[in-house]
């Protein structure tokens, strides 16, 4: 089946450090992938989406690249904010009937210190 | 545009009640779909609806139903609560059955079961 590891955590971090979040995919085919955040006593919003291997998704200064090869999704900051500390997770939609089903990682808890 | 609403935000309930959610989809969204979110689990796939029709279904006991209305606006169901059915539960929309089903997501419920 489908499914998403994800670094364990949680990551602490310094202001202006640079982050970085693993994680890998099991899938068949093709997947999407995705990079999802939740900050505290809210839902998840999406950070950032990947379609097709090579591509590179990015936004508000974080990216994540599909790596088929490695079958891989890596969150990258290259100077993170104590506003960015929040809970990540990776998520892969396979595709074809799957209709609305997400496979989440367990999500890594993210604390930036000023 | 106004996100994902779902209500009520909090919930108390104790085992062997029942319980109904609330969640409206964003203008134009016809499909939705529910997660559970528990700190031992993680998230986890309820069901997707589109167009009034159930399409997916996680691996949830039957006791877990939901219905989905014309105007897109759906409830979840879970009949005769147990203390492990304490969690958050997330409702998230999407505008069409794209190929990469990017999912917009709201607060959530919060269902708490002493």
């Known amino acids: 089946g489908n499914s998403v590891t994800q670094m364990e955590g949680p990551v602490t971090l310094s202001e202006e450090a640079f982050l970085t979040i693993n994680c890998t995919y099991t899938?068949?085919?093709?997947?999407?992938l995705f990079w999802y955040v939740q900050y505290p006593g809210e839902g998840l919003q999406l950070l950032l989406k990947?379609?097709?291997?090579?591509d590179k998704g990015s936004n508000k200064g974080f990216e994540a690249t599909y790596r088929k090869e490695t079958t891989s999704f890596h969150l990258e900051k290259g100077s993170v904010q104590v506003s960015d500390s929040a809970v990540y997770f990776c998520a892969l939609f396979p595709g074809g009937t799957s209709y609305g089903k997400l496979t989440f990682g367990q999500g890594t808890i993210l604390t930036v210190h000023p | 545009k106004a996100g994902v609403t779902q209500t009520p935000r909090y919930l108390i309930k104790t085992r062997g009640q029942q319980v109904t959610l609330s969640c409206s989809p964003i203008?134009?969204?016809?499909?939705v779909s529910w997660y559970q979110q528990t700190p031992g689990q993680g998230l986890q796939f309820l069901f997707e609806y589109f167009s009034e029709t159930q399409r997916n279904k996680g691996n949830f006991p039957g006791r877990f139903s939901g219905r989905q209305f014309s105007n897109s606006r759906s409830e979840m169901n879970v009949s005769t609560l147990e203390l492990g059915d304490s969690a958050l539960y997330l409702c998230?929309?999407?505008?069409?059955?794209?190929?990469?089903?990017?999912?917009?997501f709201g607060p959530g419920t919060r269902l708490t079961v002493l």
């Open positions: 990947a379609t097709k291997a090579d």
């Open positions: 998230a929309s999407s505008l069409v059955q794209a190929a990469y089903n990017e999912q917009f």
């Open positions: 899938a068949t085919g093709y997947p999407s």
């Open positions: 203008s134009g969204h016809r499909s």
